[in-house]
């Protein structure tokens, strides 16, 4: 699950997240921390892109369950 969520980060966000699985101590994470407020800051007036999806093509893209077979693996 951990991949399919990455596709969906820019590659400025993909470098940050690369930083923070290496960060050891916790004056790197404040570091990275500035640098998290610092992309956010940039990023302000941005608006959202709309993707124009069905739940059926992002059922395939995305490789998730449907809403009936998980119904009838709990048994409902």
Known sequence: MEDKILELLTEEERK??????????????????????????SQENKTIPR??????EFRAKYNTTS??????KMGM
């Open 67 to 72: 809403y009936e077979e998980m119904k009838k």
């Open 16 to 41: 940050l997240h690369d930083e923070f699985t290496r960060c050891e101590t916790m004056e790197e994470i404040e570091e990275l921390e500035r640098k998290w407020n610092k992309l956010n800051e």
């Open 51 to 56: 993707y124009d999806m069905t739940l059926e």
